[in-house]
């Protein structure tokens, strides 16, 4: 599926469909402006505020929705503090002032760690079908870090055939929002089978793990 863009009158709605991994939080908040399973055009960005529209945008874990004002109004920004969500079974959520390699500058994705996506380092949800299990309870560690110390760039290296590599200021949490760790460089587990999960233990090179 091809980038959407949805020109309204305060607001430009871009749509990114190999992002999407379906989390549903645009139809389910403002039902007005993202119309599920109709024909044709389903973006109806006059059909809610501005300020609205932008909360979904905030809300979307993938990044697969971005809006852009036009009325002179804030519009999206990075974070308060740096953010990976490891999640149950599924995959590495990312909310920071991050970028990509190869990819570019983003606020928010959601980056595999199954090993199965067609779409890498993006997730696609292939690991439902693929039964991918991890948990998304991992154990915490202690930091020295700050939560007001968790802002600034930070930038994601997807290894050749290994993980990916986070460099820059930032939270892990569990999927229910408990601290794991602060880091300023981790390296995170792609391949679906390593023993520390969320984070990499080399055992790609052991099952010849292949991913750009």
């Known amino acids: 599926m091809s980038v959407e863009i949805a020109e309204g009158r305060d607001v430009t709605i871009r749509f990114d469909g190999k992002r ?11 039902p007005g402006v993202f119309r599920a399973n109709v024909e044709g055009a389903w973006i109806h960005p006059d059909d809610a505020a501005p300020d609205d529209i932008l909360r979904i945008a905030y809300a979307c874990p993938s990044g697969a929705i971005s809006v852009t004002r036009k009325d002179g109004g804030q519009g999206e920004h990075p974070p308060r503090a740096n953010i990976v969500v490891v999640r149950e079974n599924g995959p590495l959520a990312v909310n920071a002032d991050m970028e990509i390699e190869g990819h570019g500058e983003m606020l928010r994705a959601t980056l595999c760690r199954c090993g199965l996506s067609r779409n890498k380092p993006f997730c696609d949800n292939s690991h439902i079908a693929g039964g991918f299990v991890a948990t998304g309870e991992p154990m915490s560690r202690e930091s020295e870090l700050k939560i007001t110390e968790l802002t600034g760039k930070v930038t994601v290296k997807p290894v050749v055939n290994g993980p990916l590599m986070m460099t820059g200021k930032l939270e892990v949490e569990s999927g229910t929002g408990r601290n794991v760790d602060r880091v300023e460089k981790a390296w995170f587990c792609r391949c679906g089978q390593s023993s520390k999960k969320p984070y990499c233990d080399g055992t790609h090179k052991a099952v010849g793990f292949e991913a750009p």
């Open 20 to 30: 999407c991994i379906h989390a549903r939080r645009c139809v389910m908040g403002e």
